[in-house]
């Protein structure tokens, strides 16, 4: 379908170059702006008003960077009108501002000849036509357009800003996604929750693959699930966090994985305990996450991912799951080296200790509360007691001392 749009396009461009002697009528034919209104209209570079595609539409143009790599300077018409951008009204030159004319301001000379021959011959419109670009290599020649974007989208920059990828870039890993790199730069479709793993996946498949099997990827890959994690939706898709962020731990349990499982709105839908999170933060494990906020310690031990996994999460109904029951002394003996076959029971699961289920630990948890409160109250009202004595005693001592 494309390939015949193309096609359709570069056979009247072609009809357009033998029948159209002028060259207005090639430019009107080629899409973009009527020439600069000058006093003395210049007729020998009709070019100068820089409709693009009359030379970016010959599929030869290529440039060499400094370091003898070939890149292509052709845009494809078809990928161009399918452009989102040109359908919300984004022309050639709002990123381009450098390239708005013709000689571009960029260009090293302007290099007539090479397109029309030394004696101004036709144009060979399937000729290879290779140009010098000032730029090192590939890489710095796209980087050089990154932030024609920031324009129009500020917000999305000072999120990246933030990311691991950015401070990967400042590190000095010039491959570190850009803009350009997850959302393409001519032909940029739109990008939701369906497409998102697909930009991840350009340059992290093996995360992918896990992921697209796990409880939540194949939910989202099989039933467009709305409710489950993308990779955004645990990372960030522009300011992205990852294990490189020091608190990266401590933030996977309450403010990764807890938003989603400790809201009822949305974990009632697929019949989920929203217990998890208040469990996990009470029981022996979790507390190391709440003393690591306090003191700020960077270690904290077992939080949910290190039982459940990370992109390969599965229910634990699912005997593959690191929790099904008879994996459970594995996934524990990662941290308890000694633990036995009776190890897990040691522990209550995400149940809370209710009177029904567990009336033992209930009445023991209720006792030994009831206790300290008892105590913590006696000790309180003697206190007082206490107080309001020394007060008398230095009233009265006071009163004889006037005398
Ligand atoms: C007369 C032919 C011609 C026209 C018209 C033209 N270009 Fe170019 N363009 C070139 C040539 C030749 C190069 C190769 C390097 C150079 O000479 O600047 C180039 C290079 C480029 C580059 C590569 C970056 C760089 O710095 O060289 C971009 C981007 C570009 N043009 C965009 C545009 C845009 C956008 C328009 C329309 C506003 C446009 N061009 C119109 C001939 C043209
Ligand atoms: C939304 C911004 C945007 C718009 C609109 C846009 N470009 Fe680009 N263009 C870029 C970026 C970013 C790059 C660098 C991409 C890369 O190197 O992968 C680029 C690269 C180019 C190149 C170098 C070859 C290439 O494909 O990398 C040419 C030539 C070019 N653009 C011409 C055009 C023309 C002609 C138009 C209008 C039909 C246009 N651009 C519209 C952002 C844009
Ligand atoms: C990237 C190739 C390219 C470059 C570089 C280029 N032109 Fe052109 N030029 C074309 C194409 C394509 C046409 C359309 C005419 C055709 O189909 O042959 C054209 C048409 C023209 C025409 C109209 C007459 C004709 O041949 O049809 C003039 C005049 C012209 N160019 C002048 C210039 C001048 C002056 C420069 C240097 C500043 C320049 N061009 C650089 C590709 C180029
Ligand atoms: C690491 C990949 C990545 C990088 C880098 C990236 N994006 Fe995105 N972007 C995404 C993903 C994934 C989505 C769709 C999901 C979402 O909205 O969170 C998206 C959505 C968008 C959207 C549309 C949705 C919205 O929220 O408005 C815009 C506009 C956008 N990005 C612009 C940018 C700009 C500008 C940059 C450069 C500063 C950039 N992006 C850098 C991955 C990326
Ligand atoms: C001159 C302004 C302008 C520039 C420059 C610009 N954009 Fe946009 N962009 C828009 C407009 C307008 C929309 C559509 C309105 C909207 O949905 O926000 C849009 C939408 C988008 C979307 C969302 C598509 C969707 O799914 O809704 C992405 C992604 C995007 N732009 C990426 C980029 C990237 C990457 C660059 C730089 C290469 C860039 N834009 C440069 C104006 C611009
Ligand atoms: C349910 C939440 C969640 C989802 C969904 C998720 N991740 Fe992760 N990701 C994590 C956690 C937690 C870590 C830290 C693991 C560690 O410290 O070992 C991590 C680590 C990473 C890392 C660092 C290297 C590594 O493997 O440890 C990369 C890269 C990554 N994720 C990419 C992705 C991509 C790409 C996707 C989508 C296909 C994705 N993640 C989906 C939670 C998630
Ligand atoms: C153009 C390539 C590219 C794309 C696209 C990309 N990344 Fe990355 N990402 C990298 C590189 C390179 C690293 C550093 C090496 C590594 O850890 O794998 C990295 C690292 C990461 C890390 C680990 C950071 C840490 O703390 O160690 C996470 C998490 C991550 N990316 C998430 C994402 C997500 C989410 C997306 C999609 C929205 C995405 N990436 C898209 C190249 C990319
Ligand atoms: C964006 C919300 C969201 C985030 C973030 C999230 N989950 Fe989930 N999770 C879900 C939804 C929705 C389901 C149910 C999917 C289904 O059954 O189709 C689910 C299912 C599960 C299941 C399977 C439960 C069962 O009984 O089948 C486990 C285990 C799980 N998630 C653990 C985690 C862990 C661990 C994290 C953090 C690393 C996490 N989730 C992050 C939304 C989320
Ligand atoms: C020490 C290991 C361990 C830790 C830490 C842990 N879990 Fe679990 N999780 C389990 C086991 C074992 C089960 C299965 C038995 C059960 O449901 O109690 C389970 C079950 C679940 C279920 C399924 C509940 C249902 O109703 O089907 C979800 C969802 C879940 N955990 C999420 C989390 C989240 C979110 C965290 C972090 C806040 C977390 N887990 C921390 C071991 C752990
Ligand atoms: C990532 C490491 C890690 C994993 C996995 C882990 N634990 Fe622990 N667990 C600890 C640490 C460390 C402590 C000591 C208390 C502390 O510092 O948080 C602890 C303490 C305990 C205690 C309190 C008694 C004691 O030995 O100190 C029990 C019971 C327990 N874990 C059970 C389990 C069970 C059951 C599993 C598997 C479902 C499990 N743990 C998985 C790290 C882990």
Same mark, same amino acid.
């Given at each position: 379908?494309?390939?015949?749009?193309?096609?359709?396009?570069?056979?009247?461009?072609?009809?357009?170059?033998?029948?159209?002697?002028?060259?207005?009528?090639?430019?009107?034919?080629?899409?973009?702006?009527?020439?600069?209104?000058?006093?003395?209209?210049?007729?020998?570079?009709?070019?100068?008003?820089?409709?693009?595609?009359?030379?970016?539409?010959?599929?030869?143009?290529?440039?060499?960077?400094?370091?003898?790599?070939?890149?292509?300077?052709?845009?494809?018409?078809?990928?161009?009108?399918?452009?989102?951008?040109?359908?919300?009204?984004?022309?050639?030159?709002?990123?381009?501002?450098?390239?708005?004319?013709?000689?571009?301001?960029?260009?090293?000379?302007?290099?007539?000849?090479? %397109?029309?021959?030394?004696?101004?011959?036709?144009?060979?419109?399937?000729?290879?036509?290779?140009?010098?670009?000032?730029?090192?290599?590939?890489?710095?020649?796209?980087?050089?357009?990154?932030?024609?974007?920031?324009? %129009?989208?500020?917000?999305?920059?000072?999120?990246?800003?933030?990311?691991?990828?950015?401070?990967?870039?400042?590190?000095?890993?010039?491959?570190?996604?850009?803009?350009?790199?997850?959302?393409?730069?001519?032909?940029?479709?739109?990008?939701?929750?369906?497409?998102?793993?697909?930009? %991840?996946?350009?340059?992290?498949?093996?995360?992918?693959?896990?992921?697209?099997?796990?409880?939540?990827?194949?939910?989202?890959?099989?039933?467009?699930?709305?409710?489950?994690?993308?990779?955004?939706?645990?990372?960030?898709?522009?300011?992205?966090?990852?294990?490189?962020?020091?608190?990266?731990?401590?933030?996977?349990?309450?403010? $990764?994985?807890?938003?989603?499982?400790?809201?009822?709105?949305?974990?009632?839908?697929?019949?989920?305990?929203?217990?998890?999170?208040?469990?996990?933060?009470?029981?022996?494990?979790?507390?190391?996450?709440?003393?690591?906020?306090?003191?700020?310690?960077?270690?904290?031990?077992?939080?949910?991912?290190?039982?459940?996994?990370?992109?390969? $999460?599965?229910?634990?109904?699912?005997?593959?799951?690191?929790?099904?029951?008879?994996?459970?002394?594995?996934?524990?003996?990662?941290?308890?080296?000694? +633990?036995?076959?009776?190890?897990?029971?040691?522990?209550?699961?995400?149940?809370?200790?209710?009177? +029904?289920?567990?009336?033992?630990?209930?009445?023991?948890?209720?006792?030994?509360?009831?206790?300290?409160? $008892?105590?913590?109250?006696?000790?309180?009202?003697?206190?007082?007691?206490?107080?309001?004595?020394?007060?008398?005693?230095?009233?009265?001592?006071?009163?004889?001392?006037?005398?």
């Amino acid at each position: 379908m494309k390939k015949n749009v193309a096609l359709i396009i570069l056979i009247c461009f072609l009809a357009l170059g033998v029948f159209g002697q002028q060259t207005s009528v090639v430019f009107a034919a080629s899409a973009g702006q009527d020439p600069a209104p000058t006093a003395t209209p210049d007729t020998s570079n009709p070019h100068r008003a820089g409709e693009c595609l009359g030379c970016h539409g010959l599929p030869g143009m290529k440039g060499r960077t400094a370091n003898d790599e070939i890149v292509s300077l052709y845009i494809q018409p078809a990928e161009h009108e399918v452009n989102f951008h040109t359908q919300a009204g984004v022309g050639c030159k709002f990123c381009h501002l450098d390239q708005g004319e013709y000689p571009h301001a960029s260009s090293s000379f302007a290099t007539c000849s090479v %397109c029309h021959g030394m004696n101004g011959e036709k144009v060979d419109k399937t000729a290879e036509l290779i140009f010098t670009l000032p730029y090192q290599d590939p890489r710095e020649f796209t980087l050089s357009f990154n932030d024609a974007c920031s324009q %129009c989208h500020q917000e999305k920059y000072d999120q990246v800003a933030e990311s691991v990828h950015t401070r990967l870039a400042e590190a000095g890993n010039k491959y570190a996604p850009m803009c350009v790199d997850c959302h393409g730069a001519h032909a940029i479709s739109e990008a939701n929750r369906q497409t998102q793993s697909a930009i %991840c996946k350009k340059c992290h498949e093996g995360e992918y693959n896990q992921y697209k099997d796990s409880v939540h990827g194949a939910a989202l890959e099989d039933e467009a699930n709305p409710d489950v994690p993308t990779c955004g939706g645990c990372h960030g898709s522009h300011a992205v966090k990852g294990p490189s962020n020091t608190d990266f731990r401590q933030i996977a349990a309450t403010e $990764i994985c807890g938003k989603c499982h400790s809201d009822p709105a949305v974990m009632e839908k697929y019949g989920i305990s929203t217990d998890v999170m208040g469990t996990y933060l009470e029981d022996v494990h979790g507390k190391t996450n709440i003393m690591g906020r306090v003191n700020r310690l960077d270690e904290v031990k077992a939080t949910c991912y290190d039982c459940h996994g990370v992109h390969n $999460i599965l229910s634990p109904s699912n005997p593959y799951s690191s929790v099904y029951p008879s994996n459970l002394q594995a996934t524990c003996a990662q941290c308890h080296q000694n +633990a036995g076959i009776q190890f897990p029971a040691a522990w209550l699961s995400h149940k809370k200790p209710e009177l +029904a289920t567990m009336p033992l630990l209930y009445a023991v948890n209720n006792y030994s509360l009831a206790v300290v409160v $008892i105590v913590l109250l006696l000790a309180g009202l003697w206190v007082i007691l206490d107080l309001r004595r020394a007060n008398a005693v230095q009233v009265y001592k006071n009163e004889q001392g006037q005398e």
